[in-house]
């Protein structure tokens, strides 16, 4: 088949390095969001998808939006058969689902109908998910909720972030979804309408949804944390400045500490929750690097009953 490949990301870039290679689909095009800015300096860079269909001699269409005229027009003009979709990041309008006989099919990383929407697998780790996976399904109008074609499983390890997670699924995505056009092709693959129950939603986790709550038992802020990395950053507030937590580590055996109450030694650094304590691994200061919470609480020297998440702060 014919495909216009729709993404932007880096986790989109194993699933079109799939398709190039495939011996039985041509990439045509891809479709990817306008350059950005980015670094320091906040100059304008291409997304990974279009710096590998650019490395690959593929052409690239960058609308602002997809139900602008001149995209659509050299869409209708290269004539997809098929458009296969991972983490494009805007809403495809009817006009433009319309052009390519076979639709528009999206990676999607989890098991729908469970967490359609924007973060399926930050929200699969903080609701502590024992399985996830990916799905490809037909675009509809409404959100994720499109008949399936094909799913894939994955475990959720108990030290995932969201971000290990997500690697792992965007190289098993790239599989389902390259054997989806070949399904499509051959019309082997039949897509079967997702289920009425076990609907959950996944909406974009905020820098606000990322602040650690320390009332919380100790799984839950292990999990947030976990869920939050590495965007947008799981975070608290210590002496009215945000800290960052990059990993933590719940410690049963300690239950002493009142929630967000320090206690540091030589080599670790304990913060009670609405448990047990966990134990910061690393932490990242406002404005500084990563490094050791150990290292951390030696620079600052921690005061007897001093608080992370302390009432008021910042």
């Known amino acids: 088949m014919k495909l216009v490949f729709a993404?932007?990301?880096e986790v989109a870039v194993p699933a079109l390095d799939a398709l190039i290679a495939s011996e039985r689909h041509e990439v045509a095009a891809v479709v990817t969001r306008p350059d950005a800015p980015a670094g320091r300096g906040r100059r304008l860079v291409a997304s990974p998808v279009a710096q590998r269909a650019e490395e690959a001699g593929i052409e690239v269409l960058k609308p602002a939006k997809?139900?602008?005229?001149d995209f659509l027009?050299?869409?209708r003009e290269i004539g997809p058969d098929c458009c296969p979709v991972v983490a494009y990041g805007a809403l495809l309008p009817r006009v433009a689902l319309d052009v390519p006989a076979h639709g528009w099919v999206n990676l999607h990383f989890s098991l729908l109908p469970a967490w359609r929407g924007a973060a399926p697998?930050?929200?699969a780790v903080i609701a502590g998910d024992e399985m996830t996976g990916a799905a490809t399904f037909l675009i509809e109008e409404g959100l994720d909720s499109g008949p399936v074609y094909g799913v894939v499983t994955e475990r959720i390890r108990p030290s995932d972030t969201s971000g290990d997670l997500l690697t792992r699924l965007a190289f098993a995505g790239a599989g389902l979804l390259s054997a989806t056009m070949d399904g499509i092709e051959d019309g082997s693959l039949k897509a079967v309408p997702q289920?009425?129950?076990g609907v959950s939603h996944a909406p974009k986790i905020t820098v606000e949804d990322a602040r650690v709550d320390f009332l919380a038992p100790a799984l839950r802020v292990d999990r947030v944390v976990r869920g939050c990395t590495p965007a947008p950053g799981a975070w608290t507030v210590f002496r009215g400045e945000r800290l960052k937590l990059v990993s933590v580590r719940p410690v049963?055996?300690?239950?002493?500490?009142?929630p967000g109450q320090l206690a540091a030694t030589k080599n670790a650094v304990?913060?009670?929750t609405g448990s047990h304590a966990v134990e910061l691994l690393w932490v990242r200061p406002q404005g500084k690097k990563p490094m050791a919470a150990a290292d951390w609480a030696r620079g600052v020297r921690i005061a007897p009953g001093e608080l992370l998440g302390a009432p008021g702060a910042v």
């Open 7 to 9: 993404g932007t990301p």
């Open 66 to 69: 997809p139900r602008d005229e």
């Open 73 to 75: 027009a050299r869409l």
């Open 121 to 123: 697998v930050q929200h």
């Open 195 to 197: 289920p009425a129950d």
């Open 252 to 258: 049963p055996d300690r239950t002493d500490l009142a």
């Open 270 to 272: 304990h913060v009670g």
